[in-house]
């Protein structure tokens, strides 16, 4: 211990520390790499329609670059983590080492060049008045002290030595030959969950995503780097967390995907792709595509940020929250949730699906900025028995609420004018949402070929009425022949208390046709305007009735 001692009591931590700081720096400058990479090399290349062989030849090897850089970044983030936290760890044992020799020695304790403490104060008393009982007594009350301070500097030297050794091992753990593995994602990852846990940013310590204001005050005490150290060790924990910054989110599910996308392709050269797996790759692989379009856009509203995906939510067929322009800075936000039949391996359809929505309502208002999410946050019901029950929104409609409610809390400036859309059986979840626990915040909604929304009425969902908005097909069954069934009462009847808009396309999915009215009036919606209205559905058997009279099926 006496080295030890000596060496630690006079130790500078100024190198370490500068060099913790380099870490970190490179770090940033390589991610930033890959952001730039993305946005001004591949981004543009995708959008502009490059293809053949070369240019199949061209994307591998410069997507393959570009994970490296992110890899190399989430793993030089690790070691300055890790050079971080072994300084930190050090320089407490200094801290509790000088205070213990300190306060020893003003207890007139003497601390010598080994450490080693003894009591002097009665080093020149003569051999009689060892023996009276009086002095034994008050030498006795010293030896508890003395006892104290030597295992302080004891325990003191051995937590330095304990956070040089861990430090060590650890950095010889993140091995930097995974980059160009196809495991590499994975091990990376690996690294720096480990890597966390050992500085104290448990996985437990992570919020459990219902309170949307518990989350963004988390994540605010952060610092920047205890931040990274999340974002690189639990990448899909972060980035469904409702109330943080969506730039924040959009990080940590980029990396969450690559990590799965890398798992995909393990099994795919190790030819163990089962069906399922095929699937939700298959759909993963859309998303990145979509991605890789979007990343070379120059406006932020041609931007696509990521908000939340999973490739397996609980044995189901995945989530995906993808959003079209930054709702964290948009004066008008939209959430079109998805019904039926949808899951990964339509993303991109559902997207493009935004992008319509988006486009209209920025016609409707060009001087603002819209924001569009295609919220595929729930197990969506296949077509069978599940679409006829409300069991598939039990979960879904609070991942919902949440949903909202954190996009207002991470809103930057004035308060966004949000719509929430709901297509088929995603109105039935938009209904459960708004109707439950205070609804979903939104100052429009609006659901179109609707079975139901759970609710009798229009009041009851937490807003009101009057902007409450439905439409229909004529055409459409799901309409005019499902609502007022199993799922709650048809929302485009009149007595159901909200409003009806016009629409002029046909059938179950033709809702946002270029060109339409129908598309056009959900736009306005988004945009804060008035759309143009339409006439109330009234089935065959009651036409002829005054307006408003109950019929049959009413409720």
Do not use: C
Request: aromatic fraction near 6%; glycine fraction near 12%; proline fraction near 5%.
């Amino acid at each position: 211990m006496a080295e030890d001692f000596a060496s630690l009591m006079k130790l500078n931590f100024t190198d370490l520390e500068a060099s913790a700081k380099s870490w970190r720096k490179l770090a940033e400058k390589l991610e930033d790499a890959q952001v730039q990479h993305r946005q001004k090399v591949t981004g543009p290349l995708h959008a502009s329609g490059w293809e053949g062989t070369d240019a199949t030849y061209g994307f591998m090897m410069m997507e393959d670059d570009e994970r490296e850089l992110g890899l190399a970044a989430s793993q030089i983030s690790s070691v300055a983590t890790v050079l971080d936290g072994t300084h930190d760890r050090m320089q407490k044992a200094q801290l509790d080492l000088r205070k213990a020799v300190r306060e020893a020695e003003a207890d007139q304790y003497a601390v010598d060049g080994d450490g080693w403490v003894s009591d002097t104060m009665y080093a020149d008393v003569d051999p009689g008045t060892r023996r009276d009982p009086d002095f034994q007594e008050a030498q006795q009350r010293r030896a508890g002290p003395l006892g104290e301070y030597r295992a302080r500097i004891e325990q003191a030297v051995q937590d330095a030595q304990s956070a040089s050794y861990e430090g060590k091992e650890r950095l010889h753990q993140i091995d930097p030959f995974d980059l160009d593995k196809v495991y590499g994602a994975r091990s990376a990852q690996e690294d720096a969950r480990e890597v966390a846990e050992e500085y104290g940013m448990k996985e437990k310590d992570i919020p459990d995503a219902k309170d949307p204001k518990a989350n963004a005050a988390w994540w605010k005490s952060l610092t920047p780097a205890e931040k990274q150290a999340y974002m690189d060790a639990y990448p899909q924990k972060i980035g469904w967390l409702d109330g943080i910054p969506t730039t924040d989110r959009d990080e940590a599910n980029r990396r969450s995907l690559e990590v799965s996308l890398s798992a995909y392709r393990e099994k795919e050269e190790a030819g163990s792709l089962g069906i399922h797996d095929d699937r939700q790759y298959s759909g993963l692989l859309k998303l990145q595509d979509e991605l890789d379009k979007a990343d070379g856009a120059t406006k932020d509203s041609d931007r696509l940020y990521v908000l939340g995906v999973d490739d397996d939510a609980g044995g189901g067929d995945g989530r995906a929250l993808v959003a079209r322009g930054n709702p964290d800075t948009a004066d008008n936000t939209a959430i079109q949730v998805p019904g039926t039949g949808n899951d990964l391996t339509n993303v991109d359809s559902q997207i493009h699906r935004a992008d319509r929505l988006q486009g209209a309502a920025m016609s409707a208002n060009p001087r603002e900025s819209t924001a569009v999410v295609s919220w595929l946050g729930y197990d969506a019901p296949e077509v069978d028995g599940s679409m006829v029950t409300p069991g598939r929104t039990e979960g879904g409609a609070g991942d919902l609420r949440a949903f909202t409610h954190g996009l207002r809390e991470s809103h930057q400036g004035e308060p966004t004018h949000m719509t929430v859309l709901g297509h088929s059986y995603g109105s039935t979840l938009v209904g459960a949402a708004a109707a439950n626990d205070g609804g979903i915040g939104a100052d429009d909604v609006v659901v179109v070929g609707s079975p139901g929304m759970t609710v009798d009425h229009a009041s009851d969902l937490n807003m009101d009425t009057g902007h409450v908005w439905a439409g229909y097909a004529k055409d459409d069954l799901v309409s005019t022949e499902t609502s007022d069934l199993t799922l709650g009462a048809n929302p485009t009847r009149e007595g159901f208390g909200g409003k009806v808009f016009d629409v002029d396309t046909e059938g179950h999915s033709g809702y946002w046709d270029e060109g339409s009215e129908s598309l056009r009036n959900q736009g306005r919606i988004i945009a804060g305007q008035p759309p143009n209205e339409g006439d109330y559905y009234v089935p065959p058997g009651e036409r002829g009735r005054a307006p408003g009279s109950p019929g049959p099926g009413a409720r």
